[in-house]
């Protein structure tokens, strides 16, 4: 009798292990794709509105992108961008101008053409006036010339940078039907719900509490695609529930870190199932000590040093996150190389350095051990919110600052941080999303006013770095822009208005069925025109 | 005499010795596991049973489990011990009130007890933490919001059937003043069976805690064992112990302030019947 | 000679409860014939009741040890309560079902145990209830027992006792929740039935009067034991043993003279009430308890007042205590309105007129021990310094004949004397001038009544108190009274002195009551 292992089942260990760690899907695009098949997926929320132009959000994309496409995606290759409803863009020298050259043949799912009309309304009357996001980068846009069907030429009062509009193409973009919305309350329009697009699927059905349907586009521009006959988002709130369905073959994808982290090492290995770390780099998310610098002690840019030395980052990677992170040195992750530099003064690990800061600046520990009192809230986005608002607690307490959890639900907690200021730490978990001008800068920029959720709510208010933020603002040289950038990096690791602490993205966990997973940096939100089912 | 025979029986002995156990790991706790029980002391998830410095192991920050545990003994019956007196307080005044005041009185406290009643416990402990914030006091409070119906309809009914006795009358025609009859003389009589409640009430007291803890509306700079449940949810799948082990306390405790609960009644039921 | 019914032999009792026993019943032997009638006289923890328990064998299966034998040698040895032997309690509400009609109740019993269907059983139930003298049986038969009187209650348990046709009747002090007038009536209806259905009767009581007239032999019991067995009529005129003359000593006669001739007091009463009225409920429901009642009360003497259950008596006692309150009329108390005052001033006031209650054990809070029972009026009326309330307490305990021992015992760990004792001290202790006594010893054993009337009598005495002596009993009345008020209805139906009332009564329910209560001997006609 043979007790050696057969060849095969040695390869199919080997196999196995290899998509446990996390092979690009790239690595299965070489296999010839499979026409139809539903494609079953957990979604943990229900969004309202699902209308991606006015609510740039995750939890939107990840129904809408497939139904209403941005004029680009993001791409791992190239120039990091993959033309969508644009094929081609280019901004005026001044900055005072970008033109889009848009696809031709494009109708939308009721039937109607696409035209550069269509850009032109959703530009002027929904990204600048009611999206989240558009309304900061768009503040300058001042019309959109259509000079014919295929072309827009967007004009902005004051010079906006190319680098910034080209790196805002992706999540800001998604262009809507300016026939279904002209001349009627955006915000209420039905099409907010039953959505009407371009992409590769259409929206068929929403029962709530159970599921979205999307059925193939078969007019969808890009022939032969979508592969895929349906997609269906099962609603599955309980983490625990999401990882029993992946394991039971009921459903073939768990995204955005549906299954726990401390699931994946686990679940990673059963049979048929993947666990996937790419595909999110577009929307890193960063685990931040939000400060509030009216508290005298820590307007003192030598206790907030001292705090970020007290932090172990690789203890937090490994422990809070398992390993699923990366540590941080500041506000531009480490996937973003157009802008990030590993040259700066961001405090390490260094306990002994931080009591000695603390010392210097004059808070000496008392009979008790203890410098002086704050209140942390971590924030309650994320488990790993609150679990690192527990390490800081303790990882404070060893340099003798006591601080007292305290925990809100997440309306509380934007009340008590970015209305009534009633914090001196928070945790928080703040979205890169591919320009530091986007969502960042504004964390750091003076004097806005209060009650704007994830903006400088922190009583921060430097000149040198409301400067730099400013004339990044206005700088249309991509070269010179991304230095300034540099610059702003700098000058955020030396003064620590914000600890940077890791650099977190999501987790997929899917059958390995599904192939072409994770092939984009925002492969969730992106459209699944090349996705499809092995049998 | 016969009282305490009646008490000191199967029940009462296993219940005396859990609650006794889990009081003196609170006791203890200080002495066993010094320091702050939160502190990161250890490498994250080491199993029960193979490091000797953490017999319990380590949870996922490195905290060491019995440390958690034996600090969250004292959390435990800190809230048990205090929502009861809080409950009783409030449940023995009011239905003292109403059952020796009567008529409107009566009518008016005890559609307030309807009220309160008409909501689940668990509900409105929920809302009440969920306004005031997650700390002792707000969920002593949240408890007894809760649980003073009980004492309160049970002392009522009592006193309403006292209240009939002659000795009553005795004291009026005494002179003695109404409040003073009410609180001192027939409110001593009426107790038995309301100290009997108190076992329900502190394991009632205990397991919602924990589930507030559990929900993450737990004070959140003590150990609780709902907090540890919850913090171990999370690795349930791997590191099942982290759960299991606080959840075994609350069970042990629950169990033995039942038992204890059930003891007293018997002992006390045996007393009254020689009486 | 026929068959006995029953022979009892040697029979005992033994309660156990954990280490502790109680021997209740002790070496008791008899027999009865079928037919026959027996009476069981003792006091309370004689164990008369025991040894009915026995018989009908409803004593408790646990924590009971039955010694001896009990055999029925004219029935087969297989004797079944409720078919052979028919038992009536003292209680007939805590007796009967409430929520079934008595109907019922009567016919399911004869379904029971004579196999009868529903209309048979139901036909026998309206005999039944026609034989144990309900006025209307029919209609009664569909009446619920709280519809019911006392009385009427206990025609109710005796027509089920009687319903599977059993040839024993147990009757344990049937009558002693009830009022002179139904008791006597009871009295006559057990007689009757035992008469008409050669049924044969044991009548457990406390009473030996009550025993005569309707029983044959007498078997007195004290302490578990059986002190002597005799015929009725010779236990009654030459006892032999001690114990039977003590009781039978004990027993008021209500044909004696008048304990007291009425005295001429002077000056003002000392309670005066006018035109008393309360009632309760309201609409067709209204009862007025106490319909007009004008009454005085001199300094130094004892007012009796006398009446049936209902009558308003107890109603009256607690308008003068003021623990209620009339709608209409006046108390004059020292010549003062009594009715003017609250607060502070009925606090002093209530000193001067106190209340000794019925229940003895209920009257006391049974958390208190003797000692804080008779603190309590010292402290509430703060005519004692506190460094002399112990010796006051001890005082008062002489006074009322009990042991400064006493003094740190509960309630339950006294004897139904020592409480009543108790409570007469809690009364004294705030120095009253009136004491309004409802039914002080109807509660109580008859050795013990007669104490405790003594003791009333030498208080007063002594103290020079004025007593409103309430009493359901005339004979009771008899022996206390200095002058009588006789209620029917919330009313004084007549009012005179004691020797008036007695040997003149000129209403017609005055003389009910005094030719219904229990004689020892045959009244001469």
């Known amino acids: 009798m043979e007790l050696r292992p057969s060849r095969r089942s040695v390869l199919a260990g080997l196999l196995g292990s290899s998509t446990a760690a996390s092979l690009p899907g790239a690595a299965w695009a070489q296999a010839t794709p499979r026409r139809g098949g539903s494609l079953i997926v957990a979604a943990d929320s229900e969004p309202r509105n699902l209308n991606p132009a006015i609510v740039a959000s995750n939890g939107v994309f990840y129904v809408a992108s497939k139904v209403i496409e941005p004029l680009a995606e993001q791409s791992y290759d190239g120039n990091g961008l993959a033309p969508r409803l644009a094929t081609a863009w280019h901004g005026s020298p001044d900055g005072r101008s970008v033109t889009f050259t848009l696809r031709p043949g494009v109708t939308w799912h009721d039937g109607r053409p696409f035209s550069s009309a269509d850009v032109a309304f959703s530009a002027l009357e929904v990204w600048k006036k009611l999206q989240n996001l558009g309304r900061v980068v768009f503040k300058d846009l001042e019309a959109v010339d259509t000079p014919d069907a295929t072309t827009a030429v967007l004009r902005f009062a004051k010079p906006t940078p190319f680098q910034l509009i080209q790196n805002a193409l992706p999540a800001l973009t998604a262009v809507v039907p300016k026939h279904v919305y002209e001349g009627s309350d955006i915000n209420a329009n039905p099409a907010n719900t039953r959505l009407i697009g371009t992409g590769p699927f259409r929206f068929v059905e929403h029962r709530p509490g159970q599921f979205y349907r999307l059925e193939r586009n078969p007019n969808y521009w890009d022939s032969g695609k979508p592969y895929l006959d349906a997609i269906v988002y099962r609603v599955l709130p309980d983490p625990g529930a999401v990882a029993a369905a992946i394991e039971a073959n009921q459903i073939q994808l768990a995204a955005f870190s549906s299954v726990p982290l401390a699931d994946l090492a686990r679940i990673g290995r059963v049979p048929g199932v993947a666990v996937v770390t790419k595909g999110y780099e577009g929307i890193t998310y960063q685990l931040t000590v939000e400060i509030n610098h009216r508290r005298k002690e820590l307007a003192d840019v030598r206790v907030r040093r001292a705090i970020s030395h007290a932090i172990d980052r690789k203890f937090v990677v490994d422990t809070v996150f398992l390993g699923y992170a990366e540590t941080a040195t500041g506000p531009v992750p480490k996937f973003d190389k157009q802008f990030h530099t590993a040259d700066v003064t961001t405090p390490g690990f260094d306990p002994r350095r931080a009591e000695a800061l603390l010392d210097e600046a004059g808070y000496r520990r008392g009979g008790d051990g203890v410098r002086f009192k704050l209140r942390l809230l971590p924030a309650p986005f994320f488990e790993q919110t609150r679990q690192f608002g527990d390490y800081l607690r303790q990882a404070l307490r060893a340099v003798g600052i006591d601080a007292e959890i305290v925990r809100n639900d997440t309306p509380g907690h934007l009340r008590a941080v970015y209305t009534d200021h009633a914090f001196d730490l928070t945790v928080g978990s703040p979205v890169y999303r591919n320009d530091p001008a986007i969502s960042t800068t504004i964390l750091y920029q003076g004097g806005l006013p209060p009650g704007v959720p994830f903006s400088n709510q922190y009583g921060y208010n430097d000149p040198q770095m409301n400067a730099l933020i400013a004339k990044a603002a206005e700088t249309v040289d991509a070269g010179e822009r991304s230095r300034i950038y540099r610059d702003f990096q700098k000058l955020a690791g030396e003064q620590q208005p914000i600890i940077h602490v890791a650099e977190f993205t999501f987790i997929s966990v899917t059958r390995d069925r599904l192939r072409n997973v994770a092939n984009n940096p925002r492969w969730a939100t992106s459209n699944w025109a090349d996705a499809w089912l092995a049998s | 005499m016969r009282a305490a025979n009646r008490f000191f029986s199967g029940g009462g002995i296993v219940g005396t010795m859990l609650v006794a156990g889990v009081a003196i790991a609170a006791l203890l706790a200080p002495v066993v596991a010094p320091g702050d029980p939160l502190a990161l002391i250890g490498r994250p998830l080491i199993e029960p049973f193979t490091d000797w410095r953490f017999p319990l192991g380590t949870d996922r920050l490195g905290r060491d489990v019995l440390a958690e545990l034996l600090h969250g003994a004292r959390a435990t019956l800190i809230v048990g011990g205090a929502a009861m007196l809080a409950t009783l307080i409030v449940g023995i005044v009011i239905g003292t009130l109403a059952g020796f005041i009567g008529g409107t009185v009566d009518e008016a406290l005890m559609r307030l007890a309807d009220a309160f009643q008409s909501v689940p416990t668990f509900i409105l402990a929920l809302a009440f933490v969920s306004i005031a914030g997650p700390s002792l006091t707000s969920v002593v409070i949240a408890v007894s919001l809760g649980a003073w119906t009980a004492p309160a309809r049970v002392l009522r009914a009592e006193i309403l059937s006292l209240r009939r006795r002659e000795f009553v009358d005795a004291y009026r025609v005494l002179g003695m003043a109404p409040l003073h009859i009410a609180f001192r003389e027939v409110l001593p009589n009426a107790l038995p069976p309301v100290i009997t409640l108190a076992a329900v009430i502190v394991a009632n007291a205990i397991l919602v805690e924990a589930a507030l803890s559990f929900l993450g509306l737990g004070n959140p700079n003590s150990v609780t064992w709902g907090a540890m449940i919850a913090e171990g949810r999370a690795v349930f799948r791997s590191a099942p112990f982290l759960s299991a082990i606080p959840g075994v306390a609350i069970v042990v405790t629950v169990l033995g302030v039942n038992l204890l609960g059930d003891a007293a009644n018997d002992a006390i039921n045996a007393r009254q019947a020689q009486v | ?525």
């Open chain 3, 1 to 525: 000679m026929t068959a006995p019914l029953l022979t009892v032999e040697n029979l005992s009792v033994v309660f156990r409860q954990g280490p502790k026993q109680v021997r209740a019943v002790d070496g008791v032997s008899f027999t009865l014939r079928p037919g026959g009638r027996l009476a069981i006289v003792g006091e309370s923890g004689s164990g008369k009741t025991s040894v009915a328990l026995a018989l009908a064998g409803l004593l408790p299966r646990r924590g009971v040890e039955r010694g001896g034998s009990i055999r029925w040698p004219s029935l087969g040895n297989s004797v079944c309560a409720g078919r052979d032997v028919g038992v009536v309690f003292q209680d007939p509400m805590s007796s009967l079902n409430p929520v079934l009609t008595v109907g019922e109740q009567v016919a399911e019993v004869a379904v029971t145990h004579l196999g009868l269907s529903w209309d048979e059983a139901s036909l026998r139930a309206g005999e039944l209830l026609e034989r144990v003298g309900l006025p209307q049986p029919h209609d009664m038969a569909d009446a619920y027992p709280h519809q019911l009187s006392g009385g009427q209650r206990q025609r109710v348990a005796l027509a089920m006792a009687l319903a599977a046709g059993p040839k024993l009747l147990i009757a344990d002090e049937p009558t002693t929740a009830l009022d002179t007038l139904t008791q006597a009536q009871i009295v006559k209806l057990l007689d009757r039935l035992a008469r008409d259905t050669r049924l044969a009767l044991i009548l457990i009581t406390h009473d030996l009067v009550l025993a005569r007239g309707m029983v044959e032999t007498g078997m007195v019991m004290n302490s578990g034991r059986v002190v002597e067995t005799e015929p009725i009529d010779a236990l009654l005129s030459s006892p032999r043993h001690a114990y039977t003359r003590v009781l039978l000593e004990a027993t008021l006669d209500p044909d004696a003279p008048p304990a007291r001739k009425a005295k001429k007091l002077p000056g003002p009463p000392l309670l005066r009430l006018s035109g008393l009225r309360k009632g309760f409920g309201r609409g067709v429901r209204r009862v007025t308890a106490v319909d007009g009642v004008d009454l005085t009360v001199m300094k130094g003497e004892t007012l009796g007042v006398v009446g049936g259950s209902g009558s308003g008596k107890t109603t009256l006692a607690r308008l003068i205590v003021r623990l209620l309150e009339p709608e209409a009329g006046e108390i004059e108390f020292t010549g003062l309105d009594l009715l003017a005052h609250r607060g502070a001033a009925l606090r002093q006031t209530r000193a001067r007129l106190q209340m000794v209650f019925q229940d003895p054990l209920s009257a006391l809070n049974p958390l208190a021990t003797v000692r804080r029972l008779l603190s309590d009026p010292l402290r509430i009326h703060g005519h004692v310094a506190p460094v002399d309330r112990e010796a006051a307490v001890i005082g008062l305990l002489h006074r009322v004949g009990l042991s400064p021992d006493l003094a740190d015992r509960y309630p339950h760990e006294l004897s139904g004397g020592q409480r009543q004792r108790v409570n007469i001290a809690r009364a004294l202790a705030s120095r009253p001038e009136l004491l309004v006594l409802d039914e002080p010893v109807s509660s109580l054993d008859v050795s013990i009544r007669a104490q405790i009337l003594k003791l009333l009598d030498d208080i007063q005495r002594d103290l020079g108190l004025s007593y409103l002596f309430i009493s359901h009993d005339i004979s009771v009345i008899r022996a206390v009274a200095d002058r009588v008020a006789v209620m029917d209805n919330g009313r004084i139906v007549e009012l005179g002195t004691a020797d008036a009332i007695f040997t003149r009564p000129s209403h017609p329910l005055t003389r009910a009551l005094i030719d219904a209560a229990p004689r020892l001997h045959r009244k001469a006609l």
